[in-house]
């Protein structure tokens, strides 16, 4: 006897869809001062597409539409035991590995648009740490294509001067979001996938790296976390933030930070966008040797996220962990980069890594800095398989 047919669209989605808009929207208003466009989508069918700046970017959407998308998230969000059933029974998103191509996700999205619902996602996969629109994934051309569903492109504005990646605690500023473009399939349907990835990207590009103004007297909180080298000694892991100042505890050079996220004048950078493209350029000039020191030398904790079991197990706590230009050691553990398919940061502070078909993560103090790692993963890659480039963010 065949078993009862399951669908992934469940009716007390749209109950629970609508309760979730209801309380984030009065958090988003009060206190990223959020004002959104609503969006008639005609009783249509879309994948809905959006820039990346806010840790609600996607409830910031939901608050623009009448009904419900499935949302593509990060493997990291089902590894939180009762939360996470929680988060599956209500909104049932769909389970995506973060940097990896996950074919499990396509076919996930393919059922769900079969069963006459829309799809949410962020291409970008990662919040910008500077405020620019960071690296979009050529595969999501091929999503689009076999999805054949109109595209629409929603912007966010105004998200990293309110709570940037980085920090804990939003600023005084203010948020908008609206859908500022539709592509129809008709429209894209005989571009080429190099021509439509050329199309998303365009249409998904912010640069807020000098955002609007912000009130604050924290405004440099926690930037280590998104920067590493310092400007002027070029020493790793030395910078330290405090209220609205960085300072690097081995040369001593110092900055303020205005209320457009600009450092003092005097200072080697003036943006955390440019600072980073100083950090790229450093990472780009190391050449992967396995007799070389380590780059760098942290205490770090390690664990396994275990999706069936729903909890992050801790394989090695607070263990001596090297950062090397070939492999990454913690805890007693070796991770050549070889083995590793891929790296990212996950959330503000936490590394997610695949190796071996298990999915790790590397967790230290709050001022945890996962982007170099990241960073020094993918030049390996790009030096022994001759990359694009591509630093991981």
């Known amino acids: 006897m065949k078993g009862k047919k399951t669908t992934w669209k469940k009716a007390r989605h749209a109950f629970y869809y609508k309760l979730s808009c209801l309380l984030v929207g009065i958090y988003v208003k009060i206190v990223y001062r959020y004002r959104g466009k609503k969006f008639d989508d005609g009783g249509r069918q879309y994948l809905y597409i959006f820039n990346h700046q806010t840790p609600l970017d996607q409830h910031l959407l939901y608050l623009s539409l009448k009904r419900q998308p499935y949302t593509i998230a990060s493997e990291d ?187 003092d004048e005097n200072f080697p950078v003036r943006t955390i966008s440019e600072w980073t493209k100083l950090q790229n350029e450093w990472v780009n000039g190391i050449v992967p040797d396995e007799n070389a020191p380590a780059i760098f030398t942290e205490k770090a904790t390690l664990r396994v996220l275990d999706r069936e079991k729903g909890k992050k197990i801790i394989l090695s706590e607070d263990g001596e962990t090297k950062l090397f230009s070939d492999r990454l050691e913690t805890g007693g553990y070796v991770f050549p980069y070889r083995d590793v398919t891929a790296m990212t940061v996950c959330g503000r502070a936490r590394l997610d890594f695949y190796c071996g078909g298990k999915t790790y993560q590397l967790v230290a103090g709050r001022t945890f800095c996962a982007l170099k790692y990241v960073n020094i993963y993918y030049n390996y890659k790009n030096k022994k398989e001759n990359g694009d480039g591509f630093l991981g963010i």
């Open 77 to 263: 969000l089902f590894t939180m035991g009762f939360v996470t059933r929680i988060i599956e029974h209500t909104q049932a998103p769909i389970p995506f590995k973060k940097s990896e191509s996950d074919f499990s996700a396509v076919k996930t999205c393919v059922r769900i648009v079969r069963e006459g619902c829309s799809i949410a996602l962020s291409p970008e996969g990662n919040r910008t740490f500077t405020g620019e629109t960071v690296h979009i994934k050529p595969s999501v051309a091929k999503l689009v294509k076999l999805l054949r569903l109109p595209v629409a492109v929603f912007t966010v504005r105004g998200g990293y001067g309110v709570i940037p990646r980085y920090a804990d605690k939003p600023r005084r500023g203010r948020v908008t979001g609206e859908i500022t473009r539709v592509i129809e399939y008709e429209d894209y349907k005989d571009l080429s996938d190099d021509q439509l990835y050329a199309l998303i990207c365009e249409a998904l590009y912010v640069d807020e790296s000098v955002p609007a103004p912000v009130k604050s007297d924290r405004r440099a909180e926690f930037m280590e976390r998104a920067v590493y080298i310092c400007p002027s000694c070029g020493k790793v892991g030395t910078i330290v933030s405090k209220n609205n100042g960085i300072k690097c505890v081995s040369c001593g050079i110092s900055a303020g930070v205005d209320d457009r996220m600009r450092f």
